[in-house]
Structure formats: structure tokens, C-alpha cells
């Protein structure tokens, strides 16, 4: 029973280059959460995605971060034209349902490096 | 007001001792509330739900909700030095389908 998928697990970029982070759910989960963690701080929430729908992306920059969630395949968190200030740790969470009552299951996270 | 609101700590407690681990939450924080346990480098584990006014225990940690004072707390009996970690509290927003957490409590726990 596989967990919530994250990968790579670390990323190193050169500034001005495109990262693209990868989210498989737990099997079941339709519904998956962007979070993004920077040194010694909380999780900040990013965006929502349910299977080919952006939910809520209340919380992603409006430049250069896009994400999906394709029919088939992974969730993807795209940062386009990276700057230092992305260096951060990115969580993904799923769910079942779209009640928050469920609680997230996270996965172990990808550590982007800008150098 | 933060909507979810922590002391970052660090929280130093005994061996043994009981660790007491506090949350305050804004309005648009209304629904459900959750504790995490975050190690160093890793990620956030849930540890403790909570949905009504009340405690809830389950094995050594209990978790306390009081929604008239809007505060949450998670309290540790009998305290290892395994329970050093960063404490994540959480809670669901009322008005989306997301939940929000706080900076985070760091616990050191000491021989």
C-alpha cells in the first residue's frame, strides 16, 4: 500500500531554469495538495487539484508556477525561470475526499536547491 | 491575526515530564484541527485529529479543542526523546477545502 510519491527527491537548478516536481496520491486519492515549506518555517499552502481540475490556487505566485493534474499520470508542480527565493522544501498531500476532515497524507517531499 | 498561530519554541521538557503544546486559530479557521510531528528533513506526519469541543487521547498524547476560545493544545505524558520534533498545528478552513498550519513548536526533549 504505496503512500503518497514525490520525486525527485532533491533538485538542484541553476537560476533561470525550469523545475518540475512530481506528485503520485495514495491509491484511491483523487484529490491533491501543493505545499511549500521554506527553512524553519510552517507549510504554506499552494494549490489544490482534483483529476484535470485546479480547485484552488489561492496560495501560488501568479508568475512562473503552474501546476496539473492530468487524467493519467502524476501531479505536477512546475516552476518556470527558478530564482533563489524558490529554494524550498514542496510537500504534496492527497486525500479521498474533498473534506478536510479526511487530514492529509503527505509524501516525503522534493527539496529544491537553487544555485 | 495569523490564522493559525504557534510559539516556534524551542520547548524544552524533562524526560518523563508532560509536554504541553499550544495553538490559537483566526475565524476563517473553523472546522477540523489536526496535530503534525515533523522530524528534521522529513515530512509531516499526522499524529492527532480533532473535530469537537473536548479531549481526545490516543495512547500518550492528548489532544484539547475549546472552539470558544478558539485554541487547540496537544499535550505529551511521559515524554521521549523520540517526541523531539517540530509540532505542526492545523486546522480546515471554513470557507475552502483546505487546511492551514502554523510555523510550527519545536519540542527538545532532555535526558
Known amino acids: 500500500n504505496a503512500g503518497v510519491m514525490q520525486n525527485p527527491r532533491h533538485l538542484v537548478r541553476r537560476r533561470g531554469q525550469e523545475a518540475r516536481l512530481r506528485c503520485s496520491p495514495m491509491?484511491?486519492?483523487?484529490?491533491v495538495y501543493w505545499y511549500r515549506q521554506l527553512p524553519e518555517e510552517g507549510l504554506k499552502f499552494m494549490v489544490y487539484?482534483?483529476?484535470?481540475?485546479?480547485?484552488?490556487e489561492s496560495g501560488m505566485p501568479k508568475e512562473r508556477f503552474s501546476a496539473e493534474f492530468p487524467k493519467e499520470g502524476p501531479s505536477i508542480l512546475r516552476i518556470q525561470q527558478v530564482v533563489r527565493g524558490d529554494s524550498a522544501a514542496y510537500f504534496c498531500?492527497?486525500?479521498?475526499?474533498?473534506?478536510?476532515?479526511?487530514?492529509?497524507?503527505f509524501g516525503s517531499g522534493t527539496r529544491l536547491t537553487v544555485v | 491575526q495569523k490564522e493559525v498561530e504557534q510559539n516556534s519554541g524551542p520547548l524544552s521538557v524533562p524526560e518523563g515530564a508532560i509536554a504541553s503544546l499550544n495553538c490559537t486559530y483566526s475565524?476563517?479557521?473553523?472546522?477540523?484541527f489536526f496535530w503534525y510531528r515533523q522530524y528534521s528533513g522529513k515530512s509531516p506526519e499526522l499524529i492527532m485529529s480533532?473535530?469537537?469541543?473536548g479531549d481526545k487521547e490516543d495512547g500518550r498524547f492528548t489532544a484539547q479543542l475549546n472552539k470558544a476560545s478558539q485554541y487547540v493544545s496537544l499535550l505529551i505524558r511521559d515524554s521521549q526523546p523520540s517526541d523531539s520534533a517540530t509540532y505542526l498545528c492545523?486546522?480546515?478552513?471554513?470557507?475552502?477545502?483546505?487546511?492551514?498550519f502554523g510555523s510550527g513548536t519545536r519540542l527538545s526533549i532532555r535526558p
Open positions: 492545523a486546522g480546515g478552513y471554513s470557507s475552502a477545502s483546505k487546511i492551514i
Open positions: 475565524d476563517r479557521v473553523s472546522q477540523s
Open positions: 498531500a492527497s486525500s479521498p475526499g474533498s473534506s478536510v476532515s479526511y487530514g492529509y497524507t
Open positions: 480533532i473535530y469537537s469541543n
Open positions: 487539484l482534483q483529476k484535470e481540475n485546479i480547485i484552488d
Open positions: 491509491k484511491g486519492h483523487s484529490h
